[in-house]
């Protein structure tokens, strides 16, 4: 699997598109965002959405419900951990996950504290969907923190769904040709929090506030703080640093889409550093990202017009909920996975 990203000249750029003209302009504007796209995500894997139409107040009230939850006594957030770790649900707390694990490599524990909320079974009454790819949500007592996150939540969902729309387009598939994969979809919305507590400011070597890894599903909203700690990985093993446009969120594919197109587009390496600046001062970082990760009974398998005798696809077709287990035995249990080798030779080349 290609997991790197092309830089020129040892610059990396993460493009900014203004997505508007999709919804709202001729053919001529869907095609032209259409084609950026595609350059993004054949290049880079990540690019910087603008027109996005997800409202200031929507993510006000997001970070809001954030500095709320990670505020409260710890007591409070453990009582919201899930009873295992299969259940991707909850509080997680601070060195307990190692997401460099769901690539088969060890790193020590990361650093982030964070809180998982996700569609539920109920969600989508009739279809009798399995509890354990569709959990039941968590939630601390605060009214208000389960209004800003599900607000978030939403209007996410929404973004992700019009960026599979512009994804088909760019790929020469018809406008709707990934609703059929996603009419069900276990989507996961990930709070994170990158700050390590007073009493405990201590970084081994190598530790990171989330190690490196590819995300596992289909693609993935970003909202994040405007100050230094997201890297993604070139393909000359040099790490860049980048930080969201005023306005913009980050959008970056996962290894899904990646398997889907034969790796015509990049399902990147990303990694979060420490937060621990040059000169040994803790400051803080919060991001929330919204996986879009597909029905968990959707067949992944090459699509047309992605693999040719000359380039045939290495995988195999796997179903959502089969990949996912596999990542997320990695970084939540704790298991290398063994089925990453592909992924995991771009960490192990030299630099």
């Known amino acids: 699997m290609s997991s790197s990203a092309r830089s020129v000249g040892g610059v990396l750029d993460v493009p900014v598109i203004d997505i508007s003209a999709f919804r709202d302009g ?17 290049d ?49 707390a601070p060195k307990t996950e190692r997401l460099s694990h769901s690539l088969g490599i060890y790193s020590p524990d990361d650093l982030f504290e964070a809180f998982n909320v996700g569609t539920e079974a109920g969600d989508y009454p009739g279809l009798n969907l399995p509890g354990e790819h569709y959990a039941t ?15 978030w939540f939403t209007a996410a969902g929404t973004l992700a769904r019009t960026m599979t729309e512009i ?36 970084v081994e070597p190598d530790q990171l506030g989330m190690g490196a890894h590819t995300d596992y599903g289909i693609v993935t909203v970003l909202w994040a703080d405007p100050v230094p700690g997201l890297q993604i990985l070139d393909t000359e093993g040099r790490w860049h640093h980048v930080v969201p446009a005023p306005g913009a969120l980050l959008i970056n594919l996962g290894d899904l889409l990646a398997r889907w197109t034969n790796d015509r587009w990049i399902s990147t390496m990303h990694r979060v550093l420490a937060p621990v600046d040059d000169q040994g001062r803790v400051y803080r970082r919060r991001s929330a990202a919204y996986f879009h990760d597909g029905n968990y009974d959707a067949v992944i ?37 063994p089925a990453a080798e592909r992924e995991a030779a771009r960490l192990r080349a030299p630099r």
């Open 26 to 42: 001729t053919p001529a504007d869907r095609a032209a965002v259409a084609q950026a796209v595609d350059s993004a995500a054949t």
């Open 301 to 337: 398998a090459t699509l047309p017009g992605c693999a040719t005798p000359e380039r045939p696809s290495p995988y195999q077709p796997v179903t959502v909920a089969e990949h996912l287990e596999r990542k997320l035995g990695g970084s939540r249990g704790l298991e290398l996975n």
């Open 167 to 202: 994804f088909a387009v760019a790929l020469g598939l018809p406008p709707a040709f990934f609703t059929g994969y996603q009419d069900h979809s276990m989507d996961v919305l990930r709070m994170n929090n990158y700050q390590l507590p007073p009493d405990d400011a201590r």
């Open 137 to 151: 949500n968590l939630w601390p007592s605060d009214a208000r923190i389960r209004e800003g996150v599900t607000s």
């Open 44 to 92: 880079v894997g990540f690019m910087q959405i603008t027109g996005h139409a997800v409202p200031n107040g929507v993510r006000d009230g997001l970070t809001e419900a954030m500095d709320s939850l990670f505020a409260l006594p710890m007591p409070e957030k453990l009582a919201c951990r899930p009873g295992s770790t299969a259940v991707n649900r909850g509080y997680t």
